[in-house]
């Protein structure tokens, strides 16, 4: 059978599943973007993966459309007016959302809708724009059927921030994602606690250190798709990654990846990205004719590449030859010092090298530690995290994160799942963000063990959906697939839980 | 380090610490460093950490056999290698004495650096047992120093040791987390193998002097007037003045020839529920079930 025809009989594939596989098919069948002959060897042996990007980069990876232009000066290309009311704003977004692309044709970055809406809420009855903002995340779950979609809230409280936490809690859905911008100074510990009640409840919003990030991109970022820290009016071209533990097999020793490999590689996902990046500028349509660039939602410099990576736990456990993961990476001092070395190592190949464009950037990539795939099995954890079964306790691992989360601007995460206890005391879950956020930990996700909505690598599905591929019935959600798959292969609901000792006071 | 400057010269007074839990939940508000000590002068029939009563008296009949020799005897004393050791709890089954080898005997200067460890993510510790307020003298070392830390501190108790007697110990406490067991002397006695007299002094002296963080009683099955008494006898005095929790007996860990005696189940959950509405009803504003 001809892949074309695997795709149109797949009964799992909604209608539009079945397109996005069948365009990704015809994509595919250009080659003008030619890459090395090392480019392709190292593609062949798994050490670097394009996370089928399509040959053909036609727009930009991820894109983060400047909203509050679009409220302001409204669109021409649409003919949406700036909006008076919640209806109109509410319409305005719906209209939009459907036009701003992205890897997966769905909008990563949705703005951040407390700061957006809430001038039109405050002028509404609040059961009304309770009712309005419902039936917005409705349309967003149904239409933009993708976890990756994704909304900001924070960092200060805001009625509209508070109805979105309501809705989050009694819809129970999958789809948006959504980040609290975290900031202990501007956040209330109130609205914080009000977060923490509903991410255990729907695995979401997470925690963005809303200072670290602010810090390296100013306040006008985005967190978008499944933690990806971006420009706002701008976004991220494209986003390879390296797969450290097969990048680390050709090594004989630590130092024979430090000096030989590690570079060999480096320089060969440089290479992938310079040529996508240009070709997206110079060749594609969206940079010279797209309504999104011309008419100012997005800035061409205020977009950056992002060098991925995942599988550092196995690398380094690799190198070390450590068979049990349990002893390595995150457990053990100095297996946490080879993944520092090679952090370091990486971080200032990739920032010495001139990225073409990415001129809000100084020319200059920025480190993405990469979620994974559902493909990747158990040889590449994601990002920098300590593998799935080997996780020590919290606080340990939290002390892990802290140390490799500040590499990654373009976003990491790690996530925890709580046991039951810990839904009637959320106030204990904060001090534990407060602690981490201050000491470097970048993005904190959590949920509880017995949720729905779950968290898996850093996307959201329902565990209740997941069942249904299972049996061989349609998902909605385009990333339901990704999730069976990542718990399939690489068990990634089965993480450690953060749990009382049952037996440990003597008072009963 | 700070806070060590200067004590070297102090005579070290140590504790032994059974363990400690750095996230803990449930040991009072926010998220706290839950800190065990080995010992109790109470032999609560309901215990479920035995092992944490008494004191190992180094008889060795653990040793032997633990599966990956993580204990053995030098000098004559049981000595427990924390590498080694995988926490199958077998040597606490072995030993028939209520004791446990996996203890460590600390010094404030040694659990300090522990505690600084965890700070930035709690809001305080708790230290509990066994019976913490044995070791009185190293909690009054140790407690001005987990302030200065900016940490709060709780103390979870049986309420032995008269704290009117004691006030040192508290002066740098935020709060006690007291247990009333059982307010019929008797009753007590029988449950607990100790009197009452000292318990129930500290439940009105704690609550005078600003001390009392919560009062927690466990509701056992078909036993109606001895928990009526005590949630009574605990409401009346307390009012809304602090928290009240009721607690479910629950067999796990409980040694077999009291489950026994006590029930081989958990109280049940509309049965507990009466006593929180009982306490309520007697004013106790902040009752409720665990
Ligand atoms: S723990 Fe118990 S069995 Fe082991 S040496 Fe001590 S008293 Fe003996
Ligand atoms: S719990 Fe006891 S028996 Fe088990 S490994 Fe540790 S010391 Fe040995």
Redesign the interface.
Known sequence: MSDALNIVKDTTLTYPQTLLALAKLGENTDHTIRFSDEYYTAKEEGALCDLNEGNLPYRPRYICPDYDLLFAKGCDFLGIEPPKDLLEAINALEIFYNHVPSITCYPVYLGDLDHLLEPFVLKEDRAFAKKVLKLFLLHIDKVLTDSFVHADIGPQDSVTGRILLELTEEMQLAIPNITLKYDPELTSDDFALACVRCMLKTAKPSFANHRMFAKEWGEDYAIASCYNGLKKAGGGFTLPRMRLYECSLHAKDPEDFLNVWLPHYIDLQLEYMDKRVRFCVEESNFFKSNFLVTEGFVKQESFTGMFGLVGLAECVNHLLNIKDNKKGFGMNKEATALGLRIMDAIDKRVAAHTAPYCDAFDHRYRLHAQVGIDTDGMDDSPGTRIPIFAEP???EQ?EVNEQFHPYFPTGTGDIFKFEE??EK?P??????I???L??GLRYFSGYLENCDVVRVTGYLVKKSEIEKLRQKKQSLNNVTIFGKGAQDGAHALDRRI?R????????? | MPWTAGYSAMKKITAPIN?I???????G????T?I?FQG?QFN?R????PE??HMCVHCGECVEICPVKALSIQDGRVVWNKELCVNCDTCIRTCTRSASPKVTEMTVDELLPQIE???????GITL???ECTIYKDFIIELFPRVKEMGLTTLL?S?GSLDFEKNPEILEYCDGVML?VKAADKDFHEWLVRHSNETVLRNLEYLLRAGKLYEV?T?IFPGRDKDNTDTVSYVSRIIQDRCIYKI?R??Q??VREEQQRILGDDTTDEAYAKTFVELARSLGAAKAYLV
């Open positions: 306790t919290m606080l939290l206890t810990y005391t106030e204990a879950i904060l001090p534990i407060k602690g981490s201050s000491r953060q009382h000792e049952e037996d440990h006071s003597t008072h009963q | 363990r839990i750095p996230f803990s939940n449930v040991d508000p926010s998220n706290r839950a065990f109790c609560c309901f215990c479920h950490n944490t009563i460890r965890v700070r930035p993510y709690i809001q509990s047992g066994g979870d049986n247990d927690r466990i607690i007996y629950r796990f860990g």
